[in-house]
Nanobody
Framework: QVQVVESGGGLVQTGVSLRLSCVAS????????MGWFRQAPGKEREFVAV????????STTDSVKGRFTISRDNAKNTVYLQMNSLKPDDTAVYYC??????????????WGQGTQVTVSS
């Protein structure tokens, strides 16, 4: 069983940066693709970014392209989401997930509890 734990959320102002971290344990980390999803109040969960097990392949949703970067450190069993130029529309609970490479939630078998990111205007 893989456990996934996110950290790094908080309340920030528009335009600043924030880095989310996610540690996965209980499995062979490098064999899992890792993804970030988010869910804003009253909205459905949406895909943000995904990275392959090796870290060589990534994909991000269009709304965050050029602002958010996903990366991973397999030696530390950790995946990161670097978020720059944050906007109020980025306010959401951010979830980390482990599983197969994809842009939909069903690709991922293991999920964290989420970390809140609030961007004030």
């Amino acid at each position: 069983q893989v456990q996934v734990v996110e950290s790094g959320g908080g309340l920030v102002q528009t335009g600043v940066s924030l880095r989310l971290s996610c540690v996965a344990s209980g499995g062979t980390f490098s064999t899992y693709a890792m993804g970030w999803f988010r869910q804003a109040p009253g909205k459905e969960r949406e895909f943000v970014a995904v990275i392959s097990g090796s870290g060589r392949v990534t994909s991000t949703t269009d709304s965050v392209k050029g602002r958010f970067t996903i990366s991973r450190d397999n030696a530390k069993n950790t995946v990161y989401l670097q978020m720059n130029s944050l906007k109020p529309d980025d306010t959401a609970v951010y979830y980390c997930a482990a599983g197969r490479y994809g842009r939909v939630g069903t690709s991922f078998s293991y999920w964290g509890q989420g970390t809140q990111v609030t961007v004030s205007s």
